[in-house]
């Protein structure tokens, strides 16, 4: 029998494979961004809500995904598949033996989490500290980055430049001789990079929000 628990699960994993939370997904179909937020899904009196047949569809169009991909989702949501990653501080990120040459995890003092499946073999996942990522990024949530996942304008990635510096971002553009980066935090300034200043570039595929 279809579940409840399982439909939101659905719901989160097609947001994750498209590098969204499920209120950016929301607001890419149309939907009000709050649509999928966990609050709206029981009333007051603890009776669960269901996401409508209309909402489904509409983050079907806006993502290309095929209904039977989303019902794979489902399945897996069912069995409860997850994947475990490893898991360091955005701080730690910076420091070396960490990341191959790729950003590709490696070497020793990762912890481990559970992840979504979507996040792919090579995903790992970083924890937030500090506020400069407000309010996009609280400190204490979780990030999922997958260093093979393409990378597109207006995608959120984090950035390793060769100084050690670790951003999380909004990629604005990139050409052959810049990264152009859009700031989370209105307080904190855009930044453009020179590519031969930048280690790795990132895909943010998911967040714990």
């Known amino acids: 029998m279809l579940t409840h628990s399982q439909i939101w699960g659905a719901i989160e994993t097609l947001a994750a494979k498209h590098g969204m939370s499920p209120s950016a997904l929301a607001k890419r179909a149309g939907l009000d961004p709050t649509t999928f937020n966990k609050s709206k899904r029981e009333s007051a009196v603890g009776r669960l809500r269901w996401p409508s047949t209309e909402s489904i569809s509409k983050i079907l169009d806006a993502t290309g995904a095929p209904l ?16 475990t990653v490893p898991l360091i501080g955005l701080a730690q990120a910076g420091k070396g033996g960490f990341f191959d040459d790729a950003g590709f995890p490696v070497g020793g003092g990762w912890d481990e989490i559970d992840a979504p499946e979507a996040g792919g073999a090579h995903a790992y996942a970083l924890e937030i500290s500090g506020d400069s990522m407000l309010p996009v990024y609280r400190e204490g949530d979780i990030v999922i980055v997958n260093p093979e996942s393409p990378v597109r304008r207006g995608d959120r ?53």
């Open 68 to 83: 039977e991909e989303f019902l794979g989702f489902v399945g897996a949501a069912a069995s409860g598949r997850k994947t």
């Open 157 to 209: 990635v984090v950035v390793k430049t060769t100084d050690g510096e670790v951003l999380a971002k909004e990629l604005k553009r990139r050409t052959g001789k810049t990264l152009e980066l859009k700031s989370l935090n209105a307080e904190h300034e855009d930044r453009v990079l020179p590519m031969e200043n930048v280690d790795w570039l990132a895909r943010i595929l998911w967040t714990s929000q």
